[in-house]
């Protein structure tokens, strides 16, 4: 079954520096997002991702993020200088196209900024 | 941000029985709601939608009941079986044109009892 990958797992990185998280999403879907949890809370929209533009993206998403999709297979969302409070889960998802409700997720990064 | 609410932020059931797992919203302009499940250090699964043209939708030990006037849906699961131990994310979003952000509820961690 078709699934959207994330890579790396886990990333542990200093405060300030750039970090660029990356996901393959399912081959036939149109629609790409990007979501964190923060450690103890709720899974949180960031941005979405369609036809090679943003879409929507929340507060969260400052101009410290930025996203692309460099091929026709992966997507990524960069954070240009970590901060602390960025410490998250981030997840991957993606769906096959308007009218379809369904986001599938990937496993997640974890992030850490010491 | 508290569209989505789950109260419950853990269920105990034994083995057998039925798991009924809540959920409220307060955005009337919700019309499609999603369970996911989410073991730790994974992604959220898909487990079920429901949209808001309808009341109930089932999938095998899988029920969703939505009640529009309450703002209220609920997640059956019989019988619960040990595996459906993880923690469950009811979340929410609306069909406008294009992509659609989901808002999620803060999680209920179900514990299934042998």
């Known amino acids: 079954e078709p699934e959207v990958t994330q890579t790396p797992s886990h990333q542990v990185t200093q405060m300030g520096q750039e970090v660029i998280l990356r996901c393959v999403p399912i081959?036939?879907?149109?629609?790409f997002y990007w979501y964190r949890q923060i450690l103890g809370q709720k899974v949180e929209f960031l941005v979405s991702?369609?036809?090679?533009?943003?879409?929507?993206k929340s507060e969260i998403f400052d101009d410290q993020f930025s996203v692309e999709r460099p091929d026709g297979s992966n997507f990524t969302l960069k954070i240009r200088s970590t901060k602390l409070e960025d410490s998250a889960m981030y997840f991957c998802?993606?769906?096959?196209?308007?009218?379809?409700?369904?986001?599938?997720f990937g496993p997640g990064t974890r992030l850490l900024v010491l | 941000d508290q569209q989505v609410k789950q109260n419950s932020p853990s269920l105990s059931v034994q083995e057998g029985r039925i798991s009924i797992l809540n959920c409220d919203y307060t955005?009337?302009?919700?019309?499609?709601f999603l369970w996911y499940k989410k073991y730790p250090a994974e992604g959220p699964t898909f487990l079920i939608s429901i949209s808001s043209i309808k009341d109930k939708n089932e999938d095998g030990r899988f029920t969703v009941f939505l009640n529009k006037s309450a703002k209220h849906l609920s997640l059956h699961i019989v019988p619960s079986q040990p595996g459906d131990s993880a923690v469950y994310f009811c979340a929410a979003g609306t069909l406008i044109q294009g992509a659609q952000k989901l808002v999620f509820g803060q999680g209920t961690r179900l514990t299934i009892n042998p």
């Open positions: 081959s036939n879907h149109l629609y």
């Open positions: 991702f369609y036809n090679n533009e943003i879409s929507e």
């Open positions: 998802a993606s769906k096959t196209q308007g009218n379809s409700e369904t986001q599938y």
């Open positions: 955005n009337s302009m919700f019309d499609y």
